[in-house]
Nanobody, 112 residues
Framework: QLQASGGGLVQAGGSLRLSCAPSGSMSGIRTMAWYRQARGKQRELVARIYGGGTTDYTDSVRGRFSISRDIRKKTVFLQMNSLKPEDTAIYYC????????WGQGTQVTVSS
């Protein structure tokens, strides 16, 4: 199980930092990622970090969001700056070690 935290309500232009960590032991993690799902839309990949540290981002957040990790704590972070109303969604963390694990989701709401 993954535990995500850090969501909330923020005004446009503000910042939030999401965190996600496993509640139990987990080994062989290949990738850590953040997805989001806005109301009425499909879940989409926001950012991913690979085992070697390479990252990729969806175009709409590149330059505003930053994914990072604490390898020892197996924790992944998503720093979100310059937030826009269209970033409003439920954000889910995802770990893959050959199997996909998902967090419970944390709501991010950006007011205009």
């Amino acid at each position: 199980q993954l535990q995500a935290s850090g969501g909330g309500l923020v005004q446009a232009g503000g910042s939030l930092r999401l965190s996600c960590a496993p509640s139990g032991s987990m080994s062989g993690i290949r990738t850590m990622a953040w997805y989001r799902q806005a109301r009425g839309k499909q879940r989409e990949l926001v950012a991913r970090i690979y085992g070697g540290g390479t990252t990729d981002y969806t175009d709409s957040v590149r330059g505003r969001f930053s994914i990072s990790r604490d390898i020892r704590k197996k924790t992944v972070f998503l720093q979100m700056n310059s937030l826009k109303p269209e970033d409003t969604a439920i954000y889910y963390c995802n770990y893959n070690n050959g199997i996909d694990y998902w967090g419970q989701g944390t709501q991010v709401t950006v007011s205009s």
